[in-house]
Nanobody, 117 residues
Framework: QVQLVESGGGLVQAGGSLRLSCAAS????????MRWYRQAPGKERELVAD????????NYADSVKGRFTISRDNAKNTVYLQMNSLKPEDTGVYYC??????????WGKGTLVTVSS
């Protein structure tokens, strides 16, 4: 079955950096667009970034453009989110997501990112 396991979260001061990883299994990773979402306390889950199957195209939320970079390694079935110049408003649980051909969403359990001011 589809499994997504996020890692790399933690506590960091404002201006710092973190690199999140999401290890995928149970599907042909290289064929699917991958997404990173986040959910801040008391807020809706929002799309942060996505990347096409061959990594030919990426998209970012306006709030993270220029600071975050999504990438993938299809040989390792892993998608990454490099987060630089972190701000307190980046605090939240970060989730990896894949949507199958039937539009069913799969989620990992998330990794917590806390940015202190």
């Amino acid at each position: 079955q589809v499994q997504l396991v996020e890692s790399g979260g933690g506590l960091v001061q404002a201006g710092g950096s973190l690199r999140l990883s999401c290890a995928a299994s149970g599907f042909t990773f290289s064929r699917y667009r991958m997404r990173w979402y986040r959910q801040a306390p008391g807020k809706e889950r929002e799309l942060v970034a996505d990347i096409t199957s061959a990594a030919g195209s990426t998209n970012y939320a306006d709030s993270v453009k220029g600071r975050f970079t999504i990438s993938r390694d299809n040989a390792k079935n892993t998608v990454y989110l490099q987060m630089n110049s972190l701000k307190p408003e980046d605090t939240g649980v970060y989730y990896c997501n894949v949507r199958n051909v039937n539009a069913m969403d799969y989620w990992g359990k998330g990794t917590l990112v806390t940015v202190s001011s």
